[in-house]
Structures are given as C-alpha cells and as structure tokens.
C-alpha cells in the first residue's frame, strides 16, 4: 500500500533522512523503531508532506505522493495522528471532530459513531473543551479525527507516549480492532505496546533503515532489541 525509498530528507542544512526504505504492506501494521533522534517522526512528516523530502520515492497505492502538500495527501486517504496530539483546546470534542471532517455525509456520521463506540471516552467528553481533556482523551481524539474521514492508511506517531498505564492499554485495545480494516504504519517506543500490534518491523538509526523483520523475530531477539532500541 505504501512503499519509500531512498528517502532524503533535510531540516534547514541538516541531512536528517539519509536513505529510509520501508513498505506497508495492506492488511498489516508495520512498526517503525528506533532511539531518540533516529528519524521516525521526521519520516513520518516527510510522508504527509509537512517537511517534504529532497528525494528518494514515495508511492501510496502505487502513485508517487512525493512532496504533495499535507492537504493533498490527507484527501488521498492517509491519516495521520502526530507525537504531539493536533486538538484544538478551545474548541470541544464535539467540534474537534466536526472540524476534522472532509464531508459530513451518511458514511462520515457512521464512522463518527464507530469511533465513539471503540472510545466510550470520548463519547462521555463530547462537550468539553479539549484543552480539559487529559493525556489519554487527547491521544484518542486525535486518532478519531484521523479516522473519521476515509482513510485506508493509517500513520500514527507514539499513541503510548506520555500516558497512564490504563490509556495505554484503551489506545492499544482499540488499535487492535482498527487494524481490522486499516493498513497501519506505527511509530512506538513501548516494545509492548509495538510487539502486541505489529507484523512487521523496520529499525532506524541516523536517519537509515538499518534492520527489518518480523515482528515475532525482534520478541525473542533480545540482543538485537539491545543493539539497535537500547532495551532488553
Ligand atoms: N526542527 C528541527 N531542527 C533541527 N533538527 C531537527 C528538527 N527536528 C528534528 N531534528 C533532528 O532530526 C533528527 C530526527 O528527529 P526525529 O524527531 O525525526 O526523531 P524521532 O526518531 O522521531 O525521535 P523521538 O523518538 O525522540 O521522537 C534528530 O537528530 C533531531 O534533533
Ligand atoms: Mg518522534
């Protein structure tokens, strides 16, 4: 469904992408890894189009999206949830998700109900102001403003960080029942988390793709996950 290659990307004069190859196969979720400052966000971003790259490929669906704007690639059908929720504060609920929607047709009031119903959490917030939600209500209506338009891929960029235990576990609950009819392309640090949802995984280190696999190889791998996560 996705498929990068070679990409290259710059933030002012620095060269943060420096060859990131990976596919997201349809069907599957597909785990991006890597420590802190090895590219997984800036990847992500270079996807959407917001720090566009300078070049390799990208291809969704088998089109080149390279460097389209953020709006362009968002109607193409992937959503994106970034590593720092994209509420509005001011506005509640309610209005976070109307605002997010392309259309306001049978289809998108359908998903809207079948996004309240994977979080019961929203739906007993859905007049408060998002500025008062916490950690975990953020997180989840961040993820239902990406849902709530068509969207076959998914990109969603550490839905774990920064949240209590029991959030994490409803984010990771719901996942498990969107990634029944969405393809996902899932950055997360919490090996948990990561090893529970994914098929499949890439390594990043420096901006690179360093290590692919199965997900089932990186859970009984515990040198690997040491030598390129720093985790045991
Ligand atoms: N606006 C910026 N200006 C300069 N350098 C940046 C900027 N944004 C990111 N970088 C650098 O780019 C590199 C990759 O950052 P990126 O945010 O993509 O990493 P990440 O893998 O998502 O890390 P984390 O796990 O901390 O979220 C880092 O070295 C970071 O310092
Ligand atoms: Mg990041």
């Known amino acids: 469904m996705l498929k990068v290659n070679q990409l290259q990307t710059y933030i002012e004069q620095f060269h943060i992408l420096q060859g990131v190859e990976f596919?997201?196969?349809?069907?599957?979720?597909t785990v991006i890894l890597g420590r802190n400052g090895a590219g997984k966000t800036t990847t992500m971003r270079s996807i959407m189009g917001l720090t566009p790259a300078k070049s390799g490929e990208i291809l969704f669906q088998g089109k080149n999206i390279m460097a389209l704007p953020p709006y362009v690639t968002a109607k193409k059908g992937i959503g994106y949830v970034p590593e720092d929720q994209d509420i509005f504060g001011t506005?509640?609920?309610?209005?976070?998700?109307r605002v997010a929607m392309r259309k306001?047709?049978?289809?998108?009031?359908?998903?809207?109900?079948w996004i309240l119903s994977l979080f019961p959490d929203l739906k007993a917030a859905w007049k408060r102001k998002g500025g008062n939600l916490s950690g975990g209500q953020k997180q989840m209506l961040?993820?239902?403003?990406?849902?709530v338009n068509e969207t076959p891929l998914l990109l969603i960029d550490e839905p774990s960080k920064g949240l209590a235990p029991i959030m994490v576990k409803k984010v990771m609950e719901a996942l498990q029942i969107i990634k029944n009819?969405?393809?996902v392309l899932l950055v997360e640090q919490n090996f948990m988390m990561a090893s529970r949802i994914g098929?499949?995984?890439y390594i990043l280190d420096e901006g690179r793709?360093?290590?692919?696999?199965?997900m089932e190889q990186l859970r009984k791998d515990e040198e690997l996950r040491k030598k390129y996560l720093g985790i045991s």
């Not at 596919?23 to 979720?29: I, N, R």
């Not at 306001?104 to 109900?113: H, P, V, Y």
């Open 181 to 183: 009819d969405t393809t």
């Open 142 to 147: 961040s993820i239902g403003r990406a849902l």
């Open 91 to 97: 506005l509640t609920v309610e209005e976070n998700m």
């Open 209 to 214: 793709t360093v290590y692919q696999g199965e």
């Open 104 to 113: 306001e047709d049978k289809a998108t009031l359908e998903r809207q109900e």
């Open 199 to 201: 098929d499949y995984f």
């Open 23 to 29: 596919e997201v196969p349809e069907g599957q979720v």
